[in-house]
């Protein structure tokens, strides 16, 4: 029963920092995280005893079950992490494109004239070169 309640806690305290702001604060969370797992991976390869002591005392039978579990915390909160920084990126990138659109699109053409008809009812249309050309559908003008 006490692993249970240590796995809970483990992921509420991953969900908490995530949802955490950015900045300092977080920076350090998080390499006080990794400073502890250093500190817990260098015991257990050289105390492998020690790690089983540990899960008995978790009501977990094998030091091994107890790794695993950790694992599966550690794995969660790396997911987490990405998903939250991959989210960031994509808006980044989203708003860069937008701007990078905006700069590089095209000036639009102004209209040199509004075309009239002709004698046969045809739409005739000036184009931005001067010349007057057919607009009837009749084919290529």
Request: glycine share 10%; charged share 20%; aromatic share 4%.
């Amino acid at each position: 029963m006490a692993i249970k309640i240590v796995l809970i806690a483990a992921v509420v305290l991953v969900a908490l920092v995530l949802a955490g702001g950015h900045g300092a604060r977080r920076l350090a969370l998080r390499r006080l995280g990794l400073a502890a797992f250093a500190a817990v991976a260098v015991v257990s390869i050289l105390l492998p005893d020690t790690l089983t002591w540990v899960a008995q005392k978790v009501d977990v039978g094998r030091g091994t079950d107890l790794l695993l579990y950790a694992l599966i915390v550690v794995f969660f909160s790396y997911l987490s992490t990405r998903y939250v920084r991959d989210r960031r990126t994509l808006r980044q990138v989203t708003a860069l494109a937008r701007r990078v659109a905006l700069i590089e699109a095209p000036a639009p053409r102004p209209v040199i004239g509004l075309g009239h008809s002709g004698a046969d009812g045809v739409d005739n249309a000036v184009c931005e070169d001067g010349v007057e050309r057919n607009d009837g559908g009749d084919g290529p003008a």
